[in-house]
């Protein structure tokens, strides 16, 4: 089966106010990176959201290998996407390993009970995040950095072949973006079908395969090489330069100089 995402002509307003997108429209093939890219509050997680079927959009639809997502329940959707909230876990006082254990649910059904598999499954999640010594450790004891960590395991676990991550790397220090970059290189390479969401254009040109801007109520696809210190200004409102490292430009801040 081909796990391609598509979306078609989504549409979604909070009650009582504006549309934060209209019309939008995404292809992800499988083993692609879409990463989108868009200001604070302008809505990518509302439209991760819409995509993974946590939230009904207005009108439009989401597929997922010609399926469309509002036609499958909850655990048919676990059993091919999985999800890395920005807040997820959040109050949670199970061993990292429990916590974990409970996203095989959708390969056993509800009540169905972790065998010695499901333990090696949530020991090799944990050793490819780096985290193999928090297993034993309640995830209320963690910090956010490690805890964002054990929620990418999470999503490992599930062995879905659709990753949506929301801003997976902002709690984490240079080494473990980078463990989590590579991680994500790797899945892709698996064949996984990979949305993350990041405030880093940098990011995003390291790893994707195409880039999704979210922008005054309106979602545009385009090619890396279609990303541009002049597309960013206007995104962000914000002075943009390029240095060219290489083949690969690199955004800096314009005005921010070294004293």
């Known amino acids: 089966m081909d796990y391609e995402l598509t979306a078609k002509n989504l549409a979604f307003a909070y009650p009582h106010r504006p549309a934060l997108f209209t019309q939008a429209q995404l ?25 993974t079927g946590r939230l009904q959009p207005l009108s439009g639809q ?29 109050g949670s006082t199970l061993s990292v390993q429990d916590y974990l254990l409970l996203g095989r649910v959708s390969q056993h059904g509800l009540f169905g009970q972790p065998d010695a598999a499901d333990r090696q499954c949530v020991a090799q999640a944990l050793a490819r995040v780096g985290q193999s010594q928090l297993a034993p450790l309640s995830l209320a004891t963690l910090s956010g950095g490690q805890k964002q960590l054990v929620m990418i395991a999470a999503a490992l676990v599930q062995a879905a072949q659709i990753l949506v991550l929301d801003e997976p790397t902002a709690a984490l220090d240079l080494k ?37 801007i979210l922008q005054a109520q309106h979602l545009e696809q385009i090619t ?9 200004e206007a ?25």
């Open 224 to 232: 890396v090489s279609q990303l541009s210190a002049a597309r960013l």
């Open 27 to 51: 292809q992800v093939p499988q083993g692609h990176i879409l990463v989108l890219l868009g200001p604070n509050g302008i809505g990518k997680s509302t439209l991760l959201g819409c995509l």
């Open 176 to 212: 473990n973006q980078a463990l989590v970059l590579r991680l994500l290189q790797s899945l892709k390479h698996d064949g996984k079908t990979i949305i993350v969401t990041t405030h880093d254009p940098n990011q995003a040109t390291l790893i994707a395969d195409s880039i999704a």
């Open 235 to 259: 995104l962000y409102q914000t002075p943009i330069d390029a240095v060219w490292h290489g083949q690969r430009p690199v955004y800096l801040i314009k005005g921010v100089d070294p004293s």
């Open 62 to 90: 989401v597929c997922i290998a010609g399926v469309d997502l509002a036609s499958l329940n909850a655990r048919q959707r676990a059993a091919r996407l999985a999800v890395v909230a920005q807040t997820g876990g959040r």
